[in-house]
């Protein structure tokens, strides 16, 4: 299922805000004011201080994982040299090739909700047993840090990937052996100047929530629907309120994930101005949730028993 739509018809009535525009480097900015207070915070021992700002650079990295995600339809930098450096950095720091996960994330658009979905394995294949896609759900939402990269892996190792072009296939190569040997001297420093309270704090916590924090997001966006369009395949999250809209904006617009799908070479900034597409105009699609606690209590029904995209009906016919 191609779900993308053309995007050169668009009318830009009105250009985004600045502040939407410049999400990415706002984030970033504040990621890294984040970080100097949590290394005071606990150089001095102020780990009263230290607890909530984890939780904000948490949330703050899952920002800068959607980074990623924009750096890798290359609508992060307008400059595709930036582009390409800014996904590198974040796949190092995320342990992920930046053109796996970009090859990968083009199958995931091309066939989202399908057997080919290869980003929803194992939830699209109808007939996996419920055992595995329980496992599977239980691991990605509680280590994405690790099962995350391991799924990408998986599609790039397996007999029959279909990541075949043998240039690309030398870059990925790579890009892991450029992630192995950063790791490699990162660690040997942290090692050297005994600054393992740091890197538990400043690094591996944070990262461990940001990449859950992910994980829970993409389960959001899509387990547990069994559509064969984008607004029944897709959770949407429309805010009205100032708080939701700040969300919106830290998480460079991903909420209104069902737009993404439909114009996937739109910047994130431009989102929001057609969130009317996310209406549903044919059956057993649904209307965009009010706030992620909304569509978190719709996911949760499903987990018992994960599933994605139409195919399941053809084992469970009626089932909508």
């Known amino acids: 299922m191609n779900t993308t739509s053309p995007t050169e018809n668009i009318l830009e009535t009105s250009r985004p805000h600045w502040v939407s525009r410049a999400a990415f480097p706002i984030v970033t900015a504040i990621f890294f004011l984040n970080q100097a207070a949590l290394g005071i915070a606990v150089g001095f021992g102020y780990f009263w201080l230290a607890g909530p700002l984890v939780l904000t650079a948490s949330h703050?990295?899952?920002?800068?994982?959607?980074?990623?995600?924009?750096?890798?339809?290359?609508?992060?930098?307008?400059?595709?040299?930036?582009?390409?450096i800014d996904g590198i950095i974040i796949g190092i720091f995320s342990l992920m090739s930046f053109s796996l996960y970009r090859a990968a994330h083009q199958l995931h658009h091309a066939y989202l909700a399908t057997e080919r979905d290869i980003e929803l394995w194992p939830f699209v294949i109808p007939g996996m047993p419920r055992w595995v896609r329980v496992l599977a759900a239980l691991l990605e939402l509680s280590c994405g840090l690790l099962f995350t990269p391991f799924l990408f892996v998986r599609t790039f190792l397996r007999a029959d990937s279909p990541i075949r072009n043998k240039k690309l296939r030398r870059r990925i190569w790579a890009e892991f052996a450029t992630v192995a040997g950063v790791w490699v001297c990162l660690l040997a420093v942290v090692s050297w100047w005994d600054a393992w309270k740091y890197f538990l704090w400043m690094y591996l916590a944070p990262a461990f929530v940001a990449s859950n924090l992910q994980s829970w997001r993409k389960y959001i966006e899509h387990v547990g629907l069994t559509g064969s369009t984008v607004n029944s395949s897709t959770r949407s999250i429309v805010s009205e309120g100032p708080l939701g809209r700040l969300l919106a904006l830290t998480l460079l617009h991903e909420p209104f994930h069902g737009v993404h799908h439909r114009h996937a070479g739109l910047p994130h900034a431009e989102l929001p101005g057609l969130a009317s597409e996310l209406e549903p105009r044919n059956p057993g699609e649904m209307s965009p949730f009010p706030s992620y606690r909304h569509a978190l209590l719709d996911l949760l029904r499903s987990l018992p028993d994960p599933q994605v995209g139409a195919q399941w009906l053809r084992i469970h016919p009626g089932e909508e």
């Open 60 to 84: 703050l990295m899952h920002g800068l994982l959607i980074g990623f995600h924009e750096a890798s339809h290359g609508l992060l930098r307008k400059s595709r040299r930036l582009n390409e």
